[in-house]
Nanobody, 124 residues
Framework: VQLQASGGGLVQAGTSLRLSCAAS????????MAWFRQTPGKEREFVAA????????FYSDSVAGRFTISRDNAKTRVYLQMNSLQPEDTAVYFC??????????????????WGQGTQVTVSS
């Protein structure tokens, strides 16, 4: 599976941004899709995940209520709608595909495929 993330940019605090991740080359609708983010010197951090059917979503505490993950299996895309962005949301955002069990879906090593990352910078 090849993943291509897009939609990052430079925005002001309090505004919104939508990231998109296009998948190709695999059975998209069998994978749990997730977004992670990373800042220099830190480990990759779980942001959100959505199960293959789209019926179950999961969020980190830091983004719950502000971010929404969704997917379109027909278009083989996953999205991350980010609202009320804050400077601490600044990071490179990665989309990932895997088949983690429920208790491990926040672990980056449970995902097999990764996109190249898209930079999100939130200015105050």
């Amino acid at each position: 599976v090849q993943l291509q993330a897009s939609g990052g940019g430079l925005v002001q605090a309090g505004t919104s941004l939508r990231l998109s991740c296009a998948a190709s080359g695999g059975t998209f609708n069998t994978y749990t899709m997730a977004w992670f983010r990373q800042t220099p010197g830190k480990e990759r951090e779980f942001v959100a995940a959505i199960r293959s059917s789209g019926g179950n979503t999961f969020y980190s505490d830091s983004v719950a209520g502000r971010f929404t993950i969704s997917r379109d299996n027909a278009k083989t895309r996953v999205y991350l709608q980010m609202n009320s962005l804050q400077p601490e949301d600044t990071a490179v955002y990665f989309c990932a595909a895997g088949r983690p069990i429920l208790s491990a879906l926040r672990a980056s090593n449970m995902y097999y495929y990764w996109g190249q990352g898209t930079q999100v910078t939130v200015s105050s």
